[in-house]
Nanobody, 124 residues
Framework: QVQLVESGGGLVQAGGSLRLSCAAS????????MGWFRQAPGKEREFVAA????????LYADSVKGRLPISTDGAKNTVYLQMDSLTPEDTAVYYC?????????????????WGQGTQVTVSS
């Protein structure tokens, strides 16, 4: 069992920044990976980025590559999503997810545990 708690969402103006955090606890291994997904109103949940808990590998959606870097802390129990140069199109509920798979995945059904989500709203 893995528990995930997200924080850091909020309301920000276009061009602003936020940093999302996801604290993980429970049965964790360095080979696990964690990902960020987002879901805007009326849209399907989409992949944003993923990282192996060891920090050795990352994967990004083409739409956010270079703009929303994912990282992990030294203890590897917290994963961050640094969100810079935000636009209204980034408005969504952002979810943290955990997978025991050793290959980084982009599809939601490959992740086993999910956080409750944190709202990010970018005003124009």
């Amino acid at each position: 069992q893995v528990q995930l708690v997200e924080s850091g969402g909020g309301l920000v103006q276009a061009g602003g920044s936020l940093r999302l955090s996801c604290a993980a606890s429970g049965r964790l291994f360095d080979s696990d990976h964690m990902g960020w997904f987002r879901q805007a109103p009326g849209k399907e949940r989409e992949f944003v980025a993923a990282i192996r808990r060891s920090g050795s590998n990352t994967l990004y959606a083409d739409s956010v590559k270079g703009r929303l870097p994912i990282s992990t802390d030294g203890a590897k129990n917290t994963v961050y999503l640094q969100m810079d140069s935000l636009t209204p199109e980034d408005t969504a509920v952002y979810y943290c997810a955990h997978s025991y798979a050793t290959i980084l995945h982009t599809t939601p059904n490959t992740y086993h545990y999910w956080g409750q989500g944190t709202q990010v709203t970018v005003s124009s």
